[in-house]
């Protein structure tokens, strides 16, 4: 059974930081693609970043500069560095796993973490 677990969110100033770790497991492919989204009240979900397997990333134009992805592919997991957080990053924050089966994608989420930025 694939597990896909969150952590390191909660309350920071605003110009502070947080990281955020995600763990995935119990999948016998490997995880294609880790992603990191978010979701805030009354918005809809948004890609912040994402990395590859090869290590390619990409990042959503509000938070380039500040935030950095990682993973450690030996361990299934994706670091989520966040620098000079700004109040509009709060939010819940998901991480997406991917795998290719062969035949196709298949997507984990994990149950989020609240990132909480006050002014």
């Known amino acids: 059974q694939v597990q896909v677990v969150e952590s390191g969110g909660g309350l920071v100033q605003a110009g502070g930081s947080l990281r955020l770790s995600c763990a995935a497991s119990g999948s016998r492919f490997s995880f294609n693609k880790m992603d990191w989204y978010r979701q805030a009240p009354g918005k809809q979900r948004e890609l912040v970043a994402g990395i590859a397997g090869d290590s390619t990333t990409n990042y959503a134009d509000s938070v380039k500069g500040r935030f950095t992805i990682s993973r450690d592919n030996a361990k299934n997991t994706v670091l989520l560095q966040m620098n000079s957080l700004k109040p509009e990053d709060t939010a819940v924050y998901y991480c997406?796993?991917?795998?290719?089966?062969?035949?196709?994608?298949?997507?984990?989420w994990g149950q989020g973490t609240q990132v909480t930025v006050s002014s």
């Open positions: 997406n796993a991917r795998i290719w089966t062969g035949t196709s994608f298949v997507n984990y």
